[in-house]
């Protein structure tokens, strides 16, 4: 009696240290996963080359159709992170080449761009410890910009023999509005390179502006996998 007594509580003692361990251990997974999903903020730096074409539907303003070219710095927050994916606040501030006019009639060549965005990423990019080689990512912001845009509903024109061109333009807008952004990620080094596709919304009705980016995010490529 006393052997199976002692029996007894032997299994009972090593079942219970069996669910013991695997309570610890499911426990522990999921420390390990709420870790790998939920992250302290990190900063993530890009540089690349841009492109913006604004495009009339209207024909007779399709001549004050302009490309502007230029170079882009980005700095980017992660707020919110997995291992493979986050939630982001990205600036883009570009210096851009190309005509466009000021309301006293003088050409202008030298502009800037800076929209404020808000990005959800996935893959690679992501993160500095994303390791899928590709990604991508979407999201909306805000474009600010000095660069002016003629307006064929609100826009005039006026002769003025003391304006380099002849012409005084009235009523212009500034490429400002909302900005969606979407595209594609891939290790790149020990970077990941990007391609950006991107839109904005000027409100101007006969107007469309796209544009595109090229850009390489430092430090956080294949060699910095784990």
């Not at 400002?176 to 290790?187: A, C, D, K, L, V």
Request: a neutral charge.
């Amino acid at each position: 009696m006393r052997k199976f007594t002692f029996t007894k509580a032997l299994c009972s003692l090593l079942i219970g240290w069996v669910l013991v361990t695997v309570v610890s251990v499911d426990a522990e997974a999921q420390r390990r996963r709420r870790r790998s999903y939920y992250s302290s903020a990190e900063m993530m730096y890009s540089v690349g080359v841009t492109g913006i074409f604004p495009r009339y539907n209207d024909d007779l303003f399709k001549d004050f159709s302009e490309e502007y070219f230029g170079v882009t710095f980005s700095p980017r927050l992660n707020l919110m992170m997995g291992r493979e994916q986050s939630l982001s606040m990205a600036l883009y501030l570009s210096l851009l080449t190309g005509k466009y006019p000021d309301e006293e009639g003088n050409e202008k060549n030298l502009a800037y761009e800076l929209p404020f965005v808000l990005n959800f990423n996935f893959g690679a990019g992501a993160t500095h410890d994303a390791s899928n080689p590709f990604g991508g990512f979407f999201g909306l912001g805000y474009q600010f910009s000095n660069l002016n845009l003629i307006d064929p509903r609100e826009s005039t024109f006026d002769l003025d023999p003391n304006s380099p061109t002849g012409l005084r333009i009235s009523n212009l807008k500034q490429m400002e509005g909302f900005y969606f952004n979407g595209g594609f990620r891939f290790f790149l080094g020990s970077g990941t390179g990007n391609i950006h596709l991107f839109m904005v919304s000027t409100g101007i009705k006969d107007l469309r502006t796209f544009g595109v980016r090229f850009m390489y995010t430092f430090g956080n490529g294949s060699s910095y996998r784990r």
